[in-house]
């Protein structure tokens, strides 16, 4: 037999489900939840839309938040399914190859029933901006318009704006959230940052360091590690080239292998060191030591990228392995900056 305090917590339960499934289905009267389910298993050719203007009303204004969850975790769902078939986060070098069309319209819904909730604009500036800019910069503006006093909000849309080379649009965002109440100081050097070189590793280092250690998502926060590792990796590269034309001009021909440029690459090695100590933009010292660009070397000395694998010499270049988790990234880094 149950007590009265778990029936009244089974009754509790019922009630709780039942109003979900209620504001769920009042929601969905002009677009079912068969017909949402049916198109997130449908071919990516179809047309996915929704149109939330017209179901908000239909949902009491205390459930609102329930539904717009539901939308929420459609949309996680969306990507992470895209990204399992992809072979993970790490191996996906450039996210629009993910078909995520549907994604804007269910970030949009669950905007649309929780304006004030930050979670959609947040995930929208980075994983939208990489499918459909200009509707993640849509979704970011809907945000300020509902939460004017948010500075991070003018963070996200300065960092699409800048990823799309909009270097002087960038900076007015940081500094319109460098204005307003409890934005930290980093926001205004942003914005000077942005208008000074725009384009450069350094703002890229900035930007995606800020994005690491202000994010609450996970998934951003590992995309945001992962380019500025890429980043290292791709400044390592460089250092790692200019000795391998140094010992070539020693040698009068190509080197072989990493030993025999020992003493050029600790050259390079101190080199990186003295540019890397001028400053990184980052308040964590963990962070510092993950992204800070630096020459190691493995016990047989050859230099290793930043996940421990093996720079690797081939005709005269220095090339990632092709196994590292970050080889995606740094290719696409490389031939799109920034």
Same mark, same amino acid.
Do not use: C
């Given at each position: 037999?149950?007590?009265?305090?778990?029936?009244?917590?089974?009754?509790?339960?019922?009630?709780?489900?039942?109003?979900?499934?209620?504001?769920?289905?009042?929601?969905?009267?002009?677009?079912?939840?068969?017909?949402?389910?049916?198109?997130?298993?449908?071919?990516?050719?179809?047309?996915?839309?929704?149109?939330?203007?017209?179901?908000?009303?239909?949902?009491?204004?205390?459930?609102?938040?329930?539904?717009?969850?539901?939308?929420?975790?459609?949309?996680?769902?969306?990507?992470?399914?895209?990204?399992?078939?992809?072979?993970?986060?790490?191996?996906?070098?450039?996210?629009?190859?993910?078909?995520?069309?549907?994604?804007? @319209?269910?970030?949009?819904?669950?905007?649309?029933?929780?304006?004030?909730?930050?979670?959609?604009?947040?995930?929208?500036?980075?994983?939208?901006?990489?499918?459909?800019?200009?509707?993640?910069?849509?979704?970011?503006?809907?945000?300020?318009?509902?939460?004017?006093?948010? /500075?991070?909000?003018?963070?996200?849309?300065?960092?699409?704006? /800048?990823?799309?080379?909009?270097?002087?649009?960038?900076?007015?965002?940081?500094?319109?959230?460098?204005?307003?109440?409890?934005?930290?100081?980093?926001?205004?050097?942003?914005?000077?940052?942005?208008?000074?070189?725009?384009?450069?590793?350094?703002?890229?280092?900035?930007?995606?360091?800020?994005?690491?250690?202000?994010?609450?998502?996970?998934?951003?926060?590992?995309?945001?590690?992962?380019?500025?590792?890429?980043?290292?990796?791709?400044?390592?590269?460089?250092?790692?080239?200019?000795?391998?034309?140094?010992?070539?001009?020693?040698?009068?021909?190509?080197?072989?292998?990493?030993?025999?440029?020992?003493?050029?690459?600790?050259?390079?090695?101190?080199?990186?060191?003295?540019?890397?100590?001028?400053?990184?933009?980052?308040?964590?010292? /963990?962070?510092?030591?993950?992204?800070? @660009?630096?020459?190691?070397?493995?016990?047989?000395?050859?230099?290793?990228?930043?996940?421990?694998? @093996?720079?690797?010499?081939?005709?005269?270049?220095?090339?990632?392995?092709?196994?590292?988790?970050?080889?995606?990234?740094?290719?696409? /880094?490389?031939?799109?900056?920034?």
């Amino acid at each position: 037999m149950l007590a009265n305090t778990d029936r009244q917590a089974v009754k509790s339960l019922f009630l709780v489900i039942t109003i979900v499934g209620l504001a769920i289905s009042a929601a969905l009267q002009y677009a079912s939840r068969d017909e949402i389910l049916r198109a997130q298993h449908s071919s990516d050719e179809e047309t996915f839309s929704i149109e939330p203007h017209k179901l908000v009303p239909l949902v009491p204004r205390p459930l609102r938040g329930v539904v717009a969850d539901w939308y929420w975790m459609s949309a996680l769902q969306h990507v992470g399914s895209k990204v399992l078939e992809h072979g993970g986060l790490a191996r996906v070098e450039d996210l629009s190859a993910l078909n995520l069309h549907r994604l804007a @319209p269910l970030l949009e819904a669950a905007a649309e029933f929780d304006p004030r909730w930050t979670a959609p604009y947040e995930y929208g500036a980075v994983v939208l901006a990489a499918v459909d800019a200009e509707a993640a910069i849509n979704l970011v503006q809907k945000g300020i318009r509902h939460r004017p006093e948010d /500075w991070r909000l003018r963070h996200h849309l300065g960092f699409i704006l /800048w990823q799309q080379g909009r270097f002087g649009e960038a900076s007015a965002a940081y500094e319109e959230g460098a204005a307003l109440a409890g934005a930290p100081r980093w926001m205004r050097m942003m914005a000077a940052e942005m208008a000074r070189a725009g384009g450069s590793s350094a703002t890229a280092r900035a930007v995606y360091a800020r994005l690491h250690e202000e994010s609450q998502d996970d998934q951003v926060r590992r995309l945001a590690l992962l380019k500025l590792m890429a980043l290292r990796a791709t400044d390592e590269m460089d250092a790692l080239r200019a000795a391998v034309r140094a010992s070539t001009a020693r040698l009068g021909r190509s080197p072989n292998a990493w030993h025999e440029i020992s003493v050029e690459l600790t050259r390079a090695a101190i080199d990186l060191e003295r540019r890397a100590d001028a400053g990184f933009p980052a308040e964590s010292e /963990w962070l510092r030591n993950v992204a800070r @660009p630096a020459i190691r070397l493995d016990r047989e000395g050859a230099p290793v990228d930043p996940t421990g694998l @093996p720079y690797m010499l081939k005709d005269s270049d220095v090339v990632i392995d092709p196994r590292s988790e970050l080889f995606s990234a740094v290719m696409h /880094w490389s031939h799109n900056t920034p």
